[in-house]
């Protein structure tokens, strides 16, 4: 993928019937997060500010009749490329690599998922490259720090926007280069993403850390340390 590639997103209603506009919203918002998200952590920066909006954009061109499709195209200047080319040289800040860090957090996510679903452990190991990814079989996993830590990132845009492909008003999502390379959601990916919770009446023990709290709701998030249960 290069600078002046696009990537076409296309959402499809259930049997070709009209998306609600939120949905189309919500769709292209989440997606926007994600791809932000993957800037962010190339950038090593926490979050975006005005200077960097003035000069990083997603901008949807050609937007095209029967379902909703938009090629979309992300601008890094070259002045911004070269601004972190010291602190990021092995890679740089390109389109094409905030693009492939989207992505491969993105598998990552979903191999997560798909073995969660099918209740297996993951084994994960530390590539010495921490953009890579490399799904050694379907239960052991090879992954840099960047693309880790990019994952911890994106994760709740990306079960947003799994959410959103509900099979009762949109079929299908993809977001897709040139190359047919990117993120494909479908019912089944939601229910992956977003599995049916429930409550167990036996009781069990763990050791966790607690990393988010609303005091307000009473709700928040727990991350589990040690035993069968690890995870968040």
Do not use: C
């Not at 379902?67 to 002045?79: G, K, N, T």
């Not at 070269?82 to 890679?91: E, L, N, R």
């Not at 390109?94 to 996510?109: A, C, G, Q, Y």
């Not at 509900?166 to 479908?186: M, P, R, W």
């Amino acid at each position: 993928m290069s600078d002046n590639d696009f990537i076409t997103v296309k959402i499809k209603g259930k049997e070709n019937q009209p998306i609600p506009l939120l949905y189309v919203a919500d769709a292209f918002k989440e997606l926007n997060h994600a791809i932000d998200k993957s800037y962010l952590s190339i950038s090593k920066k926490k979050k975006l500010s005005k200077s960097d909006r003035e000069h990083y954009k997603i901008l949807a061109e050609d937007i095209k009749s029967g379902s909703v499709i938009a090629d979309l195209l992300i601008i890094v200047p070259p002045v911004v490329q070269t601004a972190f080319a010291f602190q990021v040289a092995s890679t740089g800040l390109s389109v094409k690599n905030i693009w492939e860090l989207t992505i491969n957090s993105f598998n990552f996510l979903k191999v997560i998922a798909e073995l969660r679903h099918n209740g297996q452990s993951p084994k994960i190991i530390q590539h010495q490259n921490p953009y890579s990814l490399n799904i050694v079989n379907f239960g052991t996993i090879e992954i840099g720090d960047i693309v880790y830590n990019n994952a911890l990132r994106s994760e709740q845009n990306i079960k947003n926007l799994a959410r959103i492909v509900d099979e009762k008003k949109v079929s299908s999502f993809s977001a897709l280069d040139q190359s047919n390379n990117g993120i494909v959601l479908t019912p089944k990916e939601n229910k992956l993403f977003n599995p049916a919770t429930f409550i167990d009446k036996n009781p069990i023990d763990i050791i966790a850390k607690l990393f988010r709290l609303d005091v307000e709701t009473k709700s928040g998030r727990l991350r589990v340390l040690e035993g069968e249960y690890q995870g968040e």
